[in-house]
Each structure stands twice: as C-alpha cells, then as structure tokens.
C-alpha cells in the first residue's frame, strides 16, 4: 500500500499556492484557488494562507520564483504550517527541491483529489480504483519524491544483478499496477453482469459538477437516503434506484462529481463507474446556477462527456439552487419587476441554449419540483415509446 501523506491526527494547518500564468486572468487564478481551499477543507486541513505570483510558466525546479519561494519559507517557519498545497501538477524533482527549501510536506492538487477519494471510498471497486490511480500517480515521480513502499516480497531473487534500489521500487509499482488492473477488470465483469440483469427498464443518470446538489436531487426524487453533504466528492460509488412516476418505472444513478484540473489516472480508474452515464439513456445534467463560474463549470462537465463518447444523449439540463441565486444576486432594494426581468432573461438565455431542456429549482427548498418531474417524464416516455413501441404498459 502506498504510504499515506494527509495521515492526519490533528488538524494540520496548510498553505495554498498558485501562478497566473499567461492567458490566465487573475480572476479566474482567484477562481481555482478558491476551489483548492474548499478542497483542502474536505480534506480536513485549515488553510492559513494563500500565496499567488504572476509567471509566464512554472519554474522548472522550484515552480515559483526564489523570491516567491524565499517568502513562503519564512511565513512556514515563523506561523508552524506543516504543508503546502500547490494548484498545479508538480514534477517529482520539484516536489523534493521544494521540501528540501521549506522543511515541510509538499503535495499538489493532484494529490489532495487522489487522498480524498482514498478516504471516502467505501466499495471493493472503488478503493481498487483509487488505488491504481495513486500508484500511476506516483510512477513517474519515483525518483524525486519516493518514501520507500513497505515491501511485501523479497529475498534471493527479488533484486536483478545491479539493479538499483530506484529501479527496484518502480519494478514493484508497475507489478501493483497490473495487479490492480486485472483485479479490476474483475469487478467491472461482475458490475456489467449486474447491469445487464436490470432488464428493459429507461435508465436516467445524473451528471455535473461535484457539490452542485446531485445527491439531494436523488434523495428528492427516488425517496431514498444517498449520501449528501456540502463537500466536494461526496459521492464516488454510483448509486442506482428504481423510481416510479405516474405508473412509469426508470432506473436513476447517481455518479461521482467532476472537477476541473481533474487527475487524468482517476479519470482513466474510474472510466468502469461512469459506465452507467455510458449506457444511459437521459442524462440529467445538473448545474448551480449560484456559483460565480456555473458556466465555466458546464464546459468541464461538457468536455469530459465528450471523452466519455456520451456528450451527444438527450440531456435535461437542470439549474439548481435558484434559491441561491436570487439570494447572492437581488438586494432588498431591487425592485420586484427588476428580479422578473433578470430572472426571465436567465431563462430565455438558456432555454435557446439547451433548445428548451432546461428546467430551474432549488432542491433545498424543493422549489418547482414538481416541473421537474414532468419534464423527466416526458423524456422518459418519449424514449419508451421510440424503443418499446408495442409496449404500452411502459408510457401510459
């Protein structure tokens, strides 16, 4: 097993680092280290600072400049932080020539995704996946960052004429990650098999964001307890539930958030979950339309659907926590046919974006619900008619 990095038994106090690097504005820099922090957050670390420098590109030993560098050492030293967090992916030389400078722990975004979905899986599949992706994580950072792994063989034989300790380790880990591949090819058989035993149901799922209410909306909507809370990545293992409306059963999943800057080998280890978006026949592409960057945040989710192959299936885009909004956008002083006005320009704009699959609620508040419901149904029972034309038990 890989040695843990965020072993925490205390609240380890953390600072947050990040350039604004050419076609980078500083807002959208803001942006993502506000992302980082809630991250961190979820991890359970308390963010003391954050420290940003406007660069063309990283350096390639020590990411920041010497000066940035120097700064971030003596606040380290002089406030008793016990790790830095770096927004981007860093090489293993420049985690080591970093550690070395500041005398604490050093991980980067990466990092903090890969340990807070190892402290959240709960399934035999997705401890495998999240596994895998930390040793593919680790590969090619072997040789600056590596803290020995425990070693479970050994003996005459372990070791080939020569071969150096390094080179013994990256042996090691590429033996793990076959292992971990074939025992998850394994899983997934026996997850294909379970789905194809659910019959000629519809099958709906929900995709976005992570932490834009997804959960909530499966507990709202299938009348069942799946986990939801206020973090990111809350959920990692697809959840399916069969649902009925109006005598027309469907089948609805929930699957795990996405995010931007996301690690390609988790995207690749969990590809075997998504494959219930994959094989979906509506998706429920659910939006907060509260946060300040909602629309880049539909781009995200847009692209990795694209690399799914699933980008082109009928959608219902679903704005959640209009509550929110109207809450972070209109003043007490506002003028009531001023909010009439913003609120229908936000529809109409959207609703020619999507060709009208689009629907607004708040699931917190449970408001227009009900809208949503008959806009799924009237999705569901098209796509019933069109496969089981002859079976009208299905639609009516």
Same mark, same amino acid.
């Given at each position: 097993?890989i040695?843990?990095?965020?072993n925490?038994?205390?609240?380890?106090r953390?600072v947050?680092?990040?350039?604004?690097?050419?076609?980078?504005?500083?807002?959208?820099?803001?942006?993502?280290?506000?992302?980082l922090?809630?991250?961190?957050?979820?991890? &359970?670390?308390?963010?003391v600072?954050?420290?940003?420098q406007?660069m063309?590109?990283p350096?390639?030993?020590?990411f920041?400049?010497?000066?940035?560098l120097?700064?971030?050492?003596?606040f380290?030293?002089?406030k008793?932080?016990?790790?830095?967090?770096?927004?981007?992916e860093?090489t293993?030389?420049?985690i080591s020539?970093i550690? *070395?400078?500041?005398g604490?722990?050093? !991980?980067d975004?990466?990092?903090?995704i890969?340990?807070?979905?190892?402290?959240?899986?709960?399934?035999?599949q997705?401890?495998?996946q /999240?596994?895998?992706?930390?040793?593919q @994580? !680790?590969?090619?950072?072997?040789?600056?960052?590596?803290?020995?792994?425990?070693?479970?063989?050994?003996?005459?034989g372990?070791? &080939?004429p020569?071969?150096t300790?390094?080179?013994? #380790?990256?042996?090691?880990?590429?033996?793990k !990650?076959?292992?971990?591949r074939?025992?998850?090819?394994?899983?997934?058989?026996q997850?294909?098999t379970?789905?194809?035993?659910?019959?000629?149901f519809?099958?709906?799922?929900l995709?976005?964001?992570t932490n834009v209410?997804k959960?909530?909306i499966?507990?709202l909507?299938s009348?069942s307890?799946?986990?939801a809370?206020?973090k990111?990545?809350a959920?990692?293992?697809?959840t399916?539930?069969? /649902?009925?409306? #109006?005598?027309?059963?469907f089948?609805?999943? #929930?699957?795990?958030?996405?995010?931007r800057?996301l690690?390609?080998?988790?995207?690749?280890?969990?590809k075997?979950?998504?494959?219930?978006?994959?094989e979906a026949?509506?998706l429920?592409? /659910?939006?907060d339309v509260?946060?300040?960057?909602?629309e880049e945040?539909i781009g995200v989710v847009?692209?990795t659907?694209?690399?799914?192959?699933?980008?082109?299936k009928?959608?219902?885009? !679903?704005?959640n926590k209009m *509550?929110l909004y109207?809450e972070?956008?209109?003043?007490?002083?506002l003028?009531?046919? /001023?909010k009439v006005?913003?609120?229908r320009e936000l529809?109409?704009?959207?609703e020619?974006?999507?060709?009208?699959?689009c629907v607004?609620?708040?699931?917190?508040?449970?408001?227009?619900i009900?809208?949503?419901r008959a806009?799924?149904m009237?999705?569901?029972?098209?796509m019933?008619?069109?496969? @089981?034309?002859y079976?009208?038990?299905?639609?009516?």
């Open positions: 097993m040695e843990k990095k965020l925490r038994s205390k609240e380890e953390a947050l680092v990040g350039l604004i690097q050419k076609d980078q504005t500083d807002a959208q820099v803001q942006e993502y280290m506000d992302e922090a809630f991250l961190a957050e979820t991890a &359970g670390l308390d963010t600072k954050r420290f940003v406007k063309q590109h350096d390639s030993k020590t920041v400049g010497k000066g940035k120097e700064e971030i050492k003596n380290v030293k002089s008793g932080i016990d790790i830095a967090i770096f927004d981007d860093l293993g030389s420049q020539n550690a *070395d400078e500041l604490i722990n050093v !991980i975004r990466s990092d903090l890969l340990d807070i979905f190892a402290s959240r899986a709960r399934t035999a997705a401890k495998v /999240v596994e895998l992706a930390q040793y @994580y !680790i590969l090619p950072r072997l040789k600056g960052m590596w803290k020995h792994l425990e070693r479970q063989g050994g003996g005459i372990s070791r &080939g020569g071969e300790e390094i080179e013994t #380790d990256r042996r090691i880990v590429k033996d !990650i076959s292992l971990l074939k025992r998850l090819a394994e899983i997934d058989k997850m294909f379970q789905r194809k035993e659910r019959g000629e519809i099958r709906v799922s995709v976005g964001y209410g959960s909530t499966m507990n909507l009348k307890e799946v986990f809370e206020n990111l990545f959920t990692l293992d697809t399916t539930r069969k /649902v009925v409306f #109006d005598g027309t059963p089948l609805l999943s #929930d699957t795990v958030g996405f995010i800057k690690p390609h080998h988790l995207v690749e280890s969990f075997s979950t998504l494959d219930e978006v994959r026949d509506i429920l592409h /659910v939006v509260s946060h300040q960057q909602y945040q847009n692209k659907l694209q690399e799914l192959n699933t980008f082109e009928p959608t219902l885009t !679903i704005f *509550d109207e972070k956008n209109f003043d007490a002083w003028e009531p046919e /001023v006005e913003i609120l529809r109409e704009k959207w020619g974006l999507t060709e009208g699959n607004f609620i708040s699931a917190k508040e449970r408001l227009n009900d809208g949503l806009f799924m009237d999705k569901v029972r098209k019933y008619k069109i496969r @089981y034309p079976r009208s038990e299905f639609f009516y």
